[in-house]
């Protein structure tokens, strides 16, 4: 088998990691990830560069050994404030147009999300395909979009792009997780002798969502980077189960060993703006890795995931039709999560 080069931008955040594990559990590839701050890591090679650089980039990254570009970050921002559209390209075309000309480049992924049909922004016709139209305002999944069809016209690589929803993980390192804001307001409720309570709106718990495990995205991007046929395409990446908050909430509760609750409409950013001295209660009590509520976890993106009143559901038949039929029962995972993170002592 030809061995393969992976060249994984933010390849310590989130989802790049784990299309690092993937890769490495794979086998055949050669792996470099990008970083401002590399990670130490077994079985890959690490630069430094800041994509945002273009000078940079074109000092650091002309590799002629990479076959594939899996592009996987995003420039710094607060949660829900715009992200730049002007600095989110420049870095993808940075890396492109250092890589391209260099050598062997086969495929580029780059990770985009829903908010390319503006699920963020109200209501949306569903389900989405990947043929639904691009949202009425400005978002950086476009111009990258854009950019990729056009630099691969003509040439001998490809581009794919995919669309997941609501990320959702074990990592105990990483606020912007939907696992870890319910984990973390769980805890903090038991301790406060309440019921598990739902955050949202009435509305917002009873209609569908979807959820997208990072470990499942991974397999499919390295499946769309692989798959001829994914060529110049983009995909929806999702769980594929599609339920209700009210279906999830009591096997949550279950878990906690909690009663369910209502909904509450509250603000998760407001409500736990106080809830500061019970966090260091709950992690004294019961010996966890100490952690600041602050930090642990990522409030006003728990408000993003909890609160629209509207369904959301992307097709995955483009991607079962091409082979890729992976699902994800999101109850079962938020309880492997859940468990991972009492295992590393992050919650009681």
């Known amino acids: ?41 077994n079985g890959m090679r690490w630069i430094a560069v800041d994509l ?3 000078a940079d980039c074109a000092r650091k990254l002309t590799l002629p050994e990479v076959t594939h570009l899996f592009y996987a970050a995003r420039y710094d921002h607060p949660e829900g404030v715009p992200e730049s559209v002007e600095i989110n390209a420049a870095m993808l075309e940075n890396v492109v147009n250092a890589v391209a ?65 609501s990320f959702c993980d074990p990592a105990v390192d990483y606020a912007r997780s939907a696992s870890m804001v319910i984990a973390v307001y769980a805890a903090v409720q038991r301790e406060l002798g309440l019921p598990l309570d739902f955050p949202g709106t009435t509305a917002s718990f009873e209609v569908r969502n979807q959820f ?37 909430w009591p096997g949550i509760a279950k878990t906690f060993d909690m009663q369910t609750g209502a909904a509450s409409n509250v603000k998760l950013a407001t409500y736990m703006a106080d809830k500061g001295p019970v966090w260091d209660l709950v992690v004294k009590k019961h010996g966890l890795k100490a952690t600041s509520l602050e930090s642990v976890a990522l409030w006003p ?48």
């Not at 995955?316 to 999101?330: I, N, P």
Request: glycine letters at 8%; charged letters at 20%.
């Open 301 to 348: 993106y728990g408000d993003y995931l909890l609160r629209p009143e509207w369904e959301i559901h992307s097709s995955t038949d483009k991607a079962r039709g091409l082979g890729f039929t992976e699902t994800l029962d999101t109850g079962a995972m938020f309880a492997q999560h859940f468990a991972h993170y009492r295992a590393e002592k992050i919650i009681p």
């Open 101 to 165: 000309p260099s050598g062997q480049l086969v495929h580029v992924h780059a990770v985009h999300g829903s908010k390319y049909y503006g699920t963020q922004l109200g209501p949306v016709e569903v389900p989405l395909t990947e043929q639904s139209p691009r949202a009425n305002n400005r978002n950086f999944y476009f111009q990258q979009e854009d950019f990729l069809r056009a630099q691969s016209n003509g040439k001998t690589w490809s581009y794919s792009t995919s669309r997941p929803h």
């Open 52 to 54: 945002n650089d273009a």
């Open 1 to 41: 088998m030809t061995q393969k080069t992976a060249l994984v931008a933010g390849a310590s955040g989130l989802i790049g990691r784990r299309i690092v594990e993937h890769l490495i559990e794979t086998g055949g590839w050669n792996i470099i990830g990008l970083a401002r701050t590399p990670r130490t890591s």
């Open 212 to 248: 997208t495990d990072t470990s499942l995205l991974a397999r499919a991007i390295a499946w769309m980077a692989c798959e001829r046929r994914c060529a110049n395409q983009s995909f929806n990446v999702v769980n594929g189960d599609y339920p209700r908050w009210a279906e999830l």
